[in-house]
């Protein structure tokens, strides 16, 4: 057996309440389909987004303990001994629009990690109702990014940390914007992936203001290496590639491989390889599309490594899937 790893995700076939009602290393049990609203303990995290295959499951994240939670303003947080998760949902019935909104969540957020013993922001998962509603600039996703873009330049000037990050949509009838993250004592090491123009600086035509992620991050916690993936399209140099969704999934596999072999590069050691150990999730447009990506899916990586297709929209409308997840290094 290797080294224990920090942050252990599992899929797994069981109510919610069970594992709550059990586990004292969970930080997180997520719950698909449900609205963010709905979260009935700090560890409890809905996620609108329903699940499409069959055999509905959560997602379970352990971390060693001993684990506490509270509340601070909109943030629901879990706290182990390395590790922390938040989670904050957003009635947009309460902002003029989603630009305030991410404006606040990304506020809340700062503060949050400010006063946290995990000030280091690992990954940061964005769940926006309606997401390519409006044209132009004032399309969903762009006034996401403007929000955000502002509160972290109020709180960090022109270098903010920029973890890896997943911003996807929710039907456009879901009440609230959601935001969840995995933050740590250290910062963990931002990749970039050598096929993909840095988010940072995509041209001017895809949003006033750039989305600040990067596109990985590798989390490490004493001899425990894992890479947190970011929302991994059909994106290559800043356009994307391909009008269907099997060719889409096929390159946005390929932008994965090429950000794993990037951290092997900079960092040294064994690379780790989609199938080895960690979990997928995979992000789909048209419900439609599920028995093609997945058949793709399961041609190019090993079943060994489990994986979770939920129905949601991609950030630019060309774009048909997305994948992210998170790989555990040998
Ligand atoms: C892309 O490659 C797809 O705005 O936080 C992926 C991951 C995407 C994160 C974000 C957006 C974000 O540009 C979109």
């Known amino acids: 057996m290797g080294t224990p790893i920090a942050l252990d995700v599992r899929y797994e076939q069981r109510p919610a309440s069970d594992i709550l009602g059990n586990g004292s290393d969970v930080l997180a049990v997520f719950e698909f389909g449900r609205s963010p609203l709905d979260a009935v303990d700090p560890r409890?995290?809905?996620?609108?987004?329903?699940?499409?295959?069959?055999?509905?499951?959560?997602?379970v994240w352990r971390a060693a303990g001993p684990v506490e939670s509270g509340k601070l303003k909109h943030?629901?947080?879990v706290r182990g001994l390395d590790l922390s998760m938040g989670h904050i949902a957003l009635n947009l019935a309460e902002f003029p629009g989603i630009r305030e909104a991410s404006y606040v969540a990304y506020r809340e957020l700062q503060d949050f990690l400010g006063r946290s013993p995990h000030h280091w922001p690992l990954k940061i998962w964005n769940y926006i109702p309606g997401i390519n509603e409006g044209e132009g600039d004032q399309e969903c996703y762009r006034e996401f990014c403007v929000g955000r873009a502002k509160a972290l330049a109020e709180a960090y000037g022109d270098q903010p940390p920029m973890p890896a990050a997943t911003?996807?949509?929710?039907d456009a009838a879901e009440p609230a914007l959601q935001v969840y993250f995995l933050a740590g004592a250290l910062p963990g090491l931002n990749v970039e992936n050598p096929r993909q123009v840095n988010a940072w600086q995509y041209p001017r035509q895809y949003s006033p203001r750039s989305p600040l992620f990067s596109r990985g991050t590798i989390m490490q916690v004493e001899q425990s290496r894992q890479f947190l993936i970011s929302g991994t399209a059909s994106v290559v140099g800043h356009e994307t590639h391909h009008d269907n969704a099997r060719d889409q999934v096929i390159e946005s596999v390929r932008n994965v491989n090429s950000l794993l072999a990037e951290g092997k590069r900079l960092l040294g050691g064994d690379q780790p390889?989609?199938?080895?150990?960690?979990?997928?999730?995979?992000y789909v447009r048209t419900p439609e599309d599920l028995p093609s990506i997945r058949a793709t899916l399961g041609?190019?990586?090993?079943d060994e490594m489990p994986r979770v297709y939920l129905h949601g929209d991609i950030c630019r409308s060309d774009l048909l899937t997305e994948v992210d997840g998170i790989v555990n290094c040998p």
């Open 75 to 77: 943030i629901n947080f």
């Open 167 to 170: 911003a996807i949509g929710a």
């Open 273 to 282: 390889s989609l199938g080895d150990s960690g979990v997928l999730r995979v």
């Open 299 to 302: 041609e190019i990586i090993p």
């Open 44 to 59: 409890h995290v809905p996620v609108a987004l329903p699940q499409i295959s069959e055999k509905a499951v959560v997602e």
